[in-house]
């Protein structure tokens, strides 16, 4: 066969483009905005024939745990790592991370929450892009409510919310009043329970870094949230994290769930959810101490500092946490689908606010969370659902496996709160915290 030179030309160049594309690894979970960024990134690929993307998608316990790992050990393997709100301050301490700084001029950093960008910085410089930022709030089927004869109010308490509960269970229609997490995991089940006991009026450590497991605050907690499991949830539940309460929510099987504000737009989203025209929203709930159970999260793509395509994989961040990318899935999948929780603009932008009647309660829900003052009584910490030292990681999986063994009727409410007390002591004298 023979070519002709404008073919040979054309088939020479393709080659070239094909031999000089880098490939970025990025590694990220499986939630459902990270799944739908994968299909959509035929757009990116098409401004960047140069660069080619790998996929590592994992679980969320997985994913901490490799990346973690990799990063500590400088094992090189991602050029993308997706992170929260927890790591990308201590990261960036260490030197393990990248500043964004050549984002585009067409980005508009300033136009990123300020809640969410304050957690994503260090020293006025942003080491990680928001992908979708998140508070918690509790979401609930309209229709059992008004069976049950209860109005939601717009700030419940947990007092209503286990009324409630209660009175939506309905064992023989496979109807649970409350669906929570209980998988173990420092941001698995102790992010529910973190945030929920701080409400309560507890806390994780007293302003010497004392652990507070034996303080009444921590019995109140745990107690109320395992009897409440254990008469209005479902079968299980020690095992359901995020990914499954929301598929038993999806199927008609929760009443109320209290978990991520990224959820509603799939708890909404007819053609996943069999309870889609039925779900209303309200802030996550309180004690009356003054402390609302609502986190403050973002999943956000940040570069690992021994990544040597770091060029590349800045363009690639700072295509998928753009205004254009929003638009990019409002044109696909509708703009009530559109990664939340990140920008000013989308709040303020009518389509938006039209389309997704949980935009107000997520916005509301993101401004209320203080990451700065979590807590009733003071404490030497920041972090809202978590505790903004390295140690935590390790120290809240631990914990967060005594407390789900206490769902699962392996253990006592007491043996786990002792236990964890313990355990925690023990490595807080071994970081050097107290003597």
Known sequence: MRLTPLFAGALLAALATSASAETITIATVNNGDMIRMQKLTGDFTARNPDIQLEWVTLEENVLRQRVTTDIATKGGQYDILTIGTYEVPIWARQG????????????????????????????????AAPFYGESSMVMYR?????????????APTWAFIADAARKMTDRAADINGICLRGKAGWGENMAFLTATANAFGARWFDESWHPQFDQPEWKNTLQFYVDLMKDAGPAGASSNGFNENLALFQQGKCGMWIDATVAASFVTNPADSTVAGKVGFALAPDTGLGKRGNWLWAWSLAIPAGSQKAVAAEKFIAWATSKDYLALVASKEGWANVPPGTRTSLYQNPEYQAAAPFAKATLDSINAADPNNPTVKPVPYTGVQFVAIPEFQGIGTTVGQLFSAALAGQMSVDEALSQAQAATTREMTKGGYIK
């Open 96 to 127: 393990w991370l990248l500043p964004l700084e050549n984002l585009g001029a067409g980005y508009d950093v300033d136009d990123l929450l300020p809640a969410i960008r304050g957690g994503l910085s260090l020293d006025g410089k942003l080491y």
């Open 142 to 154: 309209t229709d059992l409510m008004e069976k049950a004869g209860l109005t939601m109010p717009e």
